[in-house]
């Protein structure tokens, strides 16, 4: 890379018409419909071309041509723009509407909530303060009171959108983390004591959460799992007892609904339970099991959920919403005085209009509702809930297609949409198991023929298919299957390193 020196010019160039007419405003709403109608254009062009999921290009491929642009040199023009993107990222995105896109939580994203995505932007609304947002205040309270309401949270229930799950779990153990303080009238010299319980197959946010709110690096205690990847009561009840008597501080629970990686559903009535006993913070990560909040047929599975004291919920998971729409709930709208503080700018605290920044980490915020309101009043939540549960039934039928392959040894069913498995080779290669199921994943990856991920449980290499494409069939799930047989068998047969 050169680095280029410019001589710096006397006096700032003075916008033309020509850079006032890239602004949206009255003289330029054609412009608008124009330039964003080509967008919206060569993304339908290009989710109808592709036949892969990915084309398996790597990063130096592509930093090799995003690199060699001179950003100090503009094109000019929206379509040269459009060219030049399909060349640095449209063409090798990952693309997460193709049905052999089975890796992470990514799905594919519902039209309302396009349409919502369009508009919102276009207006660009920001949700801190009435002044700056209007109606779009309510619509957000509206879905949050909907939403508070699917959970069973009461009549004290309140919360607020987030960018996602992670800041969603860091928000409630920061509540939680108050909370426990001002009910033993303590500050932060109570913070090395204060401990967080949770699985083990916990999201990693928990942590990284533990760590932001000034906890003690051993402050995330992991509880064993049962052989259904939850969290066992019991031992539960025996950490919060052990804790106590070792004079710490347990100021939450994190319960799972829907674990990463096994969709796992910790036992929530037993874990409120135990939670109510010793006065702790329940919170539960429902960041992927949300979309049970509508589903005709496996709501129970969310049973408990309502004794929660907070709850992450992420839309862009399972209400097929795209990136970002996120939420946290909690049973007690006061505890949401944690986050409050005041400007004389902003939000001053006589302020007698609703101020969504009072209670949100963020400050200026999208209107991420406006995506899930036109979800819900196009759709309506049982549509909703019908793809999320034909998702679940297509990956109850994933994992018996693979239980029954004898080239493959697959873990307990999840409740959710995925599938952890690997490649088991038979006879001395069994051994070589955990690189030939890397192997597997990488080149498949490269191929961009279909696209999976990969987990570690017990110590060894594991793989994972996610579901959450209604348009994923069993046909392309025993595709994948044949393909990553055939890597791994290439692998041990050494034809291939
Ligand atoms: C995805 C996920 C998160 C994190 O959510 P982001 O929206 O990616 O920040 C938290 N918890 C669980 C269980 C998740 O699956």
Request: glycine fraction near 8%; hydrophobic fraction near 45%.
């Amino acid at each position: 890379m050169t680095i280029q020196v410019r001589p710096v010019a006397a006096a700032p160039p003075r916008p033309g018409p020509a850079a006032r007419g890239q602004l949206l405003h009255a003289g330029t709403a054609e412009a608008y419909r124009r330039v964003v109608l080509a967008g919206v254009d060569r993304v339908a062009r290009q989710v109808t071309a592709v036949d892969r999921p990915f084309t398996g290009i790597g990063p130096d491929a592509l930093a090799r041509r995003i690199d060699a642009i001179d950003l100090d040199r503009p094109l000019g023009d929206g379509t040269a723009a459009l060219d030049e993107l399909e060349e640095v990222w449209l063409r090798d995105a990952v693309w997460f509407h193709h049905p052999r896109y089975l890796a992470h939580l990514n799905c594919p994203v519902a039209l309302p909530a396009l349409l919502g995505e369009a508009v919102l932007s276009a207006v660009n609304s920001s949700l801190d303060t009435w002044d700056q947002s209007g109606g779009a205040t309510l619509v957000e309270r509206r879905l949050i009171d909907w939403t508070a309401g699917r959970l069973g949270l009461g009549p004290a229930a309140d919360g607020v959108f987030t960018s996602g799950g992670s800041q969603s779990n860091l928000h409630a153990l920061l509540l939680a983390r108050q909370e426990t303080c001002a009910r033993r009238g303590a500050g932060r010299e109570l913070l090395p004591r204060l401990r967080v319980l949770t699985s083990t197959a916990g999201h990693f946010s928990v942590r990284k959460s533990a760590d932001l709110l000034g906890l003690a690096p051993d402050a995330v205690v992991t509880v064993d799992i049962d052989a259904d990847r939850r969290l066992r009561p019991a031992e539960v009840r025996a950490e919060l007892a052990r804790r106590r008597h070792a004079g710490e501080v347990v100021m939450a629970v994190v319960a799972t609904a829907g674990t990463t990686d096994f969709g796992s559903i910790d036992p929530l009535p037993e874990l409120a339970e135990a939670c109510a006993a010793e006065r702790v913070w329940l919170h539960v990560d429902a960041a992927y099991g949300c979309g049970l909040l509508v589903s005709p047929t496996r709501r129970h599975l969310l049973a408990g959920v309502e004794r929660a004291d907070s709850v992450t919920v992420d839309f862009h998971k399972s209400f097929f919403q795209p990136v970002s729409s996120s939420a946290l709930l909690v049973r007690d709208r006061r505890t949401l005085r944690h986050a409050t503080y005041h400007a004389d700018y902003l939000n001053p605290a006589d302020a007698t209009v609703p101020n969504q920044v009072d209670k949100s980490l963020q400050t200026t915020r999208r209107f991420d509702a406006l995506k899930l309101w036109l979800t819900l009043r196009v759709m309506g939540p049982d549509a909703v809930g019908a793809l999320f549960d034909e998702v679940l039934d297509r990956a109850a039928a994933a994992w018996a297609l693979v239980g029954a392959d004898p080239r493959f040894e697959v873990l307990p069913r999840s409740p959710l949409s995925t599938v952890v498995f690997r490649h088991l080779p038979a006879g001395p290669d069994a051994t070589r198991a955990d690189p030939a199921n890397r192997y597997a994943r990488r080149a498949m990856t490269a191929s961009g023929a279909a696209m999976v991920a990969a987990t570690v449980v017990d110590g060894r290499q594991y793989l994972k298919l996610t579901l959450l494409n209604p348009e994923t069939t069993v046909t392309d799930v025993g595709r994948v299957l044949d393909l990553i047989a055939g890597h791994a068998e290439a692998y041990l047969e050494g034809g291939a390193r």
